[in-house]
Structures are given as C-alpha cells and as structure tokens.
C-alpha cells in the first residue's frame, strides 16, 4: 500500500515536471509548422487543409532543390573526407608515441569549441589570402575543417575501450601493420566510425555561418536559401519542407540506429 503511494506521488517529482516542460517546449513549434503545412491559406489562420504547399514544394521550387543538391553534395563529400582523416588520425595518435602528441591532441579539438564566426571569419582570410574562389570547393574544405573534430573525438573513445592485446596476437600469427589495421582494428571501431560519419552530415546540412562566409556565387546550400526566404515572410513552403525533412530524418535515425546496434554487437 505504501508502495502504491510512493510511486503515485513519484511521478509528480520537479525533476520529471521539468522533463515534460523541455518536451513541450521542445517540439510544440514543431507540431505548429507541421500542422500549419497543411493549410490551404498563406497566413497563421487555418482556412482548410489542403496539399498545395507540398505542390508547390516538389514541382515549383527549382532554386530550392539546387540549394538541397549542392547540401547533399557537400554533406557527403566533407564527411567522407573527414571520417577517413579523423579516423586515421585518431588511430595514429592513439598507437604511436611521437614527440607533440598531446599538443596535437589538444589543438585537434579547436574547431569544435571555437565560436563558428571566428572560424568562418578564418577561413575567408585564408582563402582570400591564397586567392582560392569562393564556391563549393570552399565550403567543403570548410565543413571538413570543423567535422573533423568530431570525428576525432568518436573514434579516439572507442579506442580508449580497445583492446589492444588483439594487435599483440595478430603480430605473432604473422600479421603486419597493414593487415592489423584493416582486419582488426577497423572493424573493431567500426561503431565509432559510423557515428562519427553521421554527426558529420548532420552538422553539414545544418550548418549556416561558416557556409555564409565562404560560400560564393551558384553555391548557395539550403540553409542559406531558407534565410533568404524567411528574410522576406515565412512561407508555407518551408513548412512542407520542414515535415518532409523530419519524417526523412526519423527514417535514417532509426534505420542506423538500429544497424550500429547490430554493428556493436557483432564487433
């Protein structure tokens, strides 16, 4: 009977109130855009519902899906390059022993903790420097930059769990440097990897200061084209592409969810 009680006044606790007000806070302007794009009228007063928004956003937004092409390009191609060098690099450190180790380590997490305007602001002095386009190659080498940090991080934490006793017994069935990194120590962080290959692509198509200073002319990506048109009122087509957005990333969350698990299982 006490029991009872005790879990009955439990659910009551400051600290889940504060649980549901963060939820709520959270997602109700998400339910509001979503539900909004579904409305047949431009304004905040709901008329009827209707699909013309979803219409207009996959056959009358031409500029809108170049913006979404040059972000998936870019997206994929720094995090592809900054998941083979933060990873390479986090194995180096971790397995050699080389003079300014740590002061590498520490400069490598720069990126991550600096605000992003004093890193876009960097990079178009640089590249105004050494006289380099502003384009798509500029934000990539941009978004490479700032990924690689996190990458870093991902893959040095499943080494810290790695057992390295693994290496000792490849070395003495024969095995050479080559061989023990791709047969043993990869697929071992394998699981880091993947992560860090993911928050790579999320924080690329997310990303809008750094791409506003080094991006140039045709090079536009979809969060600078979706400020160029809330500069102007917030149109009910960016509504359809925010749900259309949502439903794309709750399917990838979950299927890679499910796959690092299998992943890390396995490994």
Known sequence: MNKHRYNKRSKFTFSNSM??????FLFVPLFVVVFFSFNNSKGMEWSHASLIWYKKLVFESPSLWTAFRNSLIIALTSSITATFLGSLAAIGIKWYRFK??????TISYLPM???EVIIGISMLIFFSAVKVRLGMFTIFAAHTTFN??????MVSARLDEFDYSTVEAA??????EAQTLRKVIIPTIIPGILSGFLMCIT??????????????PGSGTLPLYVYSMIRYGVSPVINALTFVMILGTMVIAFTFRRFLKTVAASS
Do not use: C, H, Q, W
């Not at 300014?100 to 380590?105: E, L, P």
């Not at 690689?148 to 991080?153: D, H, I, K, Y």
């Not at 070395?171 to 050479?176: E, I, P």
């Open 148 to 153: 690689l940090p996190f990458v870093f991080m």
């Open 100 to 105: 300014g180790k740590n002061y590498i380590t």
């Open 19 to 24: 649980l549901y007000l963060t939820i709520i």
């Open 113 to 115: 903790v600096l605000p």
């Open 203 to 216: 924080m690329s198509l997310e990303d809008f200061v750094i791409t506003f200073f080094v991006s140039g």
């Open 171 to 176: 070395r003495d069935l024969g095995a050479n």
